[in-house]
């Protein structure tokens, strides 16, 4: 059996220490693979992967097999960000902007949302996902929010099983805490008149 841990926002992680990844308890079953692309920047598109020697290798020809290699100016900037020791100082500095854009957005859910909206608590990254009353399509409220200012990506897409028509993934990014907060309460406002 082979295991596939996604760590892709590990190095986000702002509410508590972290658990032992997957592959630091069994490096023999894992193959780790994570991202420069939220740490850096996401037009980088370079990952990486650790895992027994035999599964990397076999990773390593099909990436190169398929693309012809990541490209170079990428590779390069990020190897000098790292050697210049920039990701040491501004990870730190991304986790607490995530961790503040997080607190003003659930703040908002908590006081605007109505009952029967469930989301997830993140620990780190910047995203949390929202479960609706299952009478709910997120894919149908979604012309609603965007008319409203809120863009969020609908659930069912993400599983192969045809569920998750009343989720959504909200990304708390890269607005400001006051506008977060003001997308907290457009989008519970949404939700109200759907329900």
Known sequence: ???????AYRE???????????????PEAVVQAGTFSKVFFPGVRLGWAAGPEPVVAQLAAAKANTD?????????????YGRGGHFERQVPRACELYASH????????????PDGVAWTEPTGGFLTWLTLPEHLDAMVLRDAATDAGVAYVPGAPFYASGRGANELRLSFSALGEDDLAEAGQRLASVIRAAS
């Open 1 to 7: 059996m082979l295991i596939l841990e996604d760590v």
């Open 12 to 26: 986000l992680a702002w509410g508590g220490d972290p658990l032992p990844t997957l592959w630091s308890l069994a």
């Open 68 to 80: 012809q290699c990541a490209g170079a100016l990428g590779q390069r900037m990020v190897e000098e």
């Open 102 to 113: 997080w607190r003003a957005l659930a703040g908002a859910l908590r006081a605007h949302l």
